[in-house]
């Protein structure tokens, strides 16, 4: 009997489907963790814990994808700022051509980073300046995940709520039919196939 919970665990948690950029030991190790911690009992409450587990992984999924959203807009917003704050450069190279050559150096080179920072520093700004404009640009985009973060973190809560629940009611029926066989009051019996 031990081994069909086993196989029942292993497929109801082996079902989640990963992106390709995530690992099936991290999810493996993940559910292993839940199923130690909360422990539970039956195909319903592990149905649940299923429930519960691919949820954890969807917020994880959209928390990592607004760090790369802003990320990706990192660039643009770099050039963005450093186009409005330079005047023009010294020795007539065109104001686009240094920005995109110095945009494009801030992530390899140090000299071109420093010179960002002394430009920035003019106006009184710091890095927070280019993080900031890469957010506004990215605005919608994160809304819209932090708006799936909140409805996935209360279908997460509904998981833990349904499964204290069914914990409560399993605990109340046990504790009520034994309290009736302390008591003496019949206790249902499911009629035999021989009779």
């Not at 319903?44 to 917020?59: G, H, K, N, P, S």
């Not at 420093?114 to 985009?141: C, G, M, N, P, Y």
Request: proline fraction near 3%; charged fraction near 30%.
């Amino acid at each position: 009997m031990a081994g069909l919970s086993q196989n029942i665990e292993l497929q109801l948690f082996s079902k989640t489907p990963l992106l390709v950029t995530e690992s099936e030991q991290d999810f493996s190790v993940l559910s292993a963790a839940l199923m130690q911690e909360i422990k539970p009992r039956g195909i319903v409450q592990q149905l649940y814990l299923a429930d519960f587990v691919t949820r954890v992984l969807e917020i994880s999924r959209f928390q990592r994808c607004k760090v790369a959203i802003v990320n990706t807009a990192f660039k643009d917003a770099l050039s963005e700022i450093v186009y409005r704050l330079a005047g023009e450069p010294e020795m007539g190279t065109p104001k686009q051509e240094w920005v995109d050559a110095v945009t494009n150096d801030w992530f390899s080179k140090p000299e071109a980073r420093k010179e960002v920072l002394q430009l920035l520093e003019q106006f009184h700004l710091d890095e927070a300046a280019i993080e900031a404009e890469a957010i506004r640009t990215s605005f919608s985009e994160v809304e819209m995940l932090d708006r799936m973060i909140t409805l996935l973190e209360s279908r997460r809560n509904k998981a833990l709520r349904s499964m204290a629940e069914y914990s409560d009611g399993f605990a109340k029926s046990v504790r009520e039919a034994s309290n009736r066989v302390i008591e003496g009051e019949p206790v249902i019996r499911l009629k035999s196939k021989r009779q």
